[in-house]
């Protein structure tokens, strides 16, 4: 088989076994997902080029914790979330992740198990409204919204990658999606003086 | 530069450095022993709590604020300022940070904090209780007194009996019309005064009593007493004077 058609998790098994020149193959494959992760949560472009840069240098120093029981995509994202929390640091802006949030602290009741989306009209129409939305939603609420909608991922791999209570993930998402409606209420009243 | 460029451009800028030696991939090794470094810090940071809440279960009863509950609400009133805040405080600082510690486990920020939260108090509770029972602090103290206890031996002395204006604990050495003479874990002589309160009939000589009252000089002006059991007292004074019996 050639190395190309391998799953990412052979390739960064082979790269942990001393064949580094294959780590090109899982930056070719990740480069323009993290570029565009990286360009919603943060503002500036320049954070952006940089913060990808570092994202990639940091998994292959890091490379030989990455267990390949786990989903590469994953420890990846899990990087990349480091790598925007130390950006937002450094540009010292407050509220992506709050010291104390009763969202993490207290259970939440969740509606449904926070599967991947199977239902492409779903996550496109989702993507749409998000793509109008995004820029105008806390942070907080940000991150999960786009790695579920955007990014594909199940809430079980969200809380892996911010480590966060499962049912906080869910309970983000469902305030995200509400701020959103919020959102277009509001934009269809400035548009038509009344909501639909 | 189009797409394909740009992504040769990071992989081949960091592959290059790795060839260069500019950066290196960590060996596995290093993340084995961080993690076991990890997990050793948390244990110790959980022994640690144990033992800070143990002392401070110990250091009540030898106080004997332990018992005030059962004054009823004059005793309740009492407790609040008798209690040891500091390792109160010392306790809870370092239970935060132990959570925020654990939270690097799946297991752990999987779920929603309140439940491990409650789980490390719980844990602290339980083991910290277990261990109050036990004969440790006693003779970690008997060890202070006679100067054989370094680093911690000050914890002790400090804290291990703390001194209480308005709460006194010992046993009775002689019983008097208005008033009994007592023996503290300090072994002060005190005299206990009643005139607001009555001795009872069950107060007799070698009962192990707490007695709340204003103390000045070795005169405590009682307003209540109440008789311990005395197998929490002896194991105590036991520890404190001289060397297990058995």
């Avoid at chain 1, 082979?14 to 949560?41: D, P």
């Avoid at chain 1, 492409?120 to 609420?141: A, T």
């Avoid at chain 2, 460029?5 to 084995?32: C, H, T, V, W």
């Avoid at chain 2, 033992?51 to 004997?64: D, E, N, P, V």
Wanted: proline share 3%.
């Amino acid at each position: 088989m050639n190395e190309f058609d391998k799953k990412d998790e052979e390739i960064a098994y082979l790269v942990q076994s001393g064949q580094i020149e294959l780590f090109s193959i899982l930056v070719n494959r990740y480069e323009v997902k993290m570029t565009s992760y990286a360009r919603r949560m943060l503002y500036n472009a320049e954070d952006v080029k940089d913060v990808v840069q570092d994202i990639f240098t940091k998994a292959f120093v890091y490379m030989n914790s990455f267990d390949k029981k786990r989903k590469f995509s994953s420890w990846l994202y899990r990087i990349a979330h480091n790598e925007i929390i130390n950006a937002y640091k450094k540009n010292k802006r407050k509220g992506f992740l709050p010291l104390f949030d009763l969202d993490v602290f207290l259970p939440h009741h969740l509606n449904n198990d926070g599967d991947k989306i199977s239902n492409d009209l779903e996550q496109k129409e989702m993507q749409e409204i998000i793509s109008k939305c995004l820029n105008r939603i806390q942070d907080k609420y940000k991150e999960p919204l786009a790695l579920y909608y955007l990014e594909g991922f199940s809430y079980k791999e969200i809380a892996d990658i911010m480590h966060l209570p499962v049912s906080t993930v869910g309970i983000r998402i469902k305030r995200s999606k509400e701020i959103m409606k919020h959102i277009l209420e509001k934009q269809e009243y400035n548009n038509h003086g009344h909501p639909r | 530069m189009d797409t394909q460029d740009k992504q040769n451009s990071i992989s081949e800028k960091i592959l290059a450095k790795a060839r260069e030696g500019q950066i290196k991939m960590k060996p596995r090794a290093y993340f084995i022993f961080k993690t076991a470094l990890f997990v050793l810090g948390i244990l110790v940071l959980l022994l640690s709590i144990i033992y800070i809440a143990s002392f401070a279960i110990f250091s009540l009863r030898a106080s004997g604020a332990w018992f005030l509950p059962r004054f009823g609400f004059l005793g309740i009133r009492n407790l609040f300022g008798a209690l040891p805040w500091l390792l109160i405080l010392l306790s809870a600082v370092l239970i935060v940070m132990l959570e925020l510690f654990a939270e690097k486990f799946s297991f752990i920020y999987k779920k929603p904090m309140m439940y491990s939260l409650a789980g490390i108090i719980l844990i602290v509770i339980i083991a910290s209780f277990i261990l109050s029972n036990t004969p440790l602090h006693t003779k970690l103290f008997d060890r202070a007194k006679e100067g054989r206890l370094p680093l911690i031996g000050a914890l002790y002395s400090k804290y291990g009996i703390p001194k209480s204006q308005n709460i006194h604990h010992g046993f009775v050495l002689e019983v008097q019309e208005n008033a009994v003479v007592m023996e503290n874990l300090r072994g002060e002589k005190l005299k206990i005064i009643f005139d607001n309160a009555s001795i009872g009939d069950d107060i007799s000589i070698g009962d192990a009593v707490v007695v709340i009252g204003q103390r000045n000089a070795s005169v405590v002006s009682a307003t209540a007493i109440i008789k311990i059991d005395k197998d929490d007292f002896f194991l105590l004074k036991r520890g404190l004077t001289k060397p297990p019996l058995r």
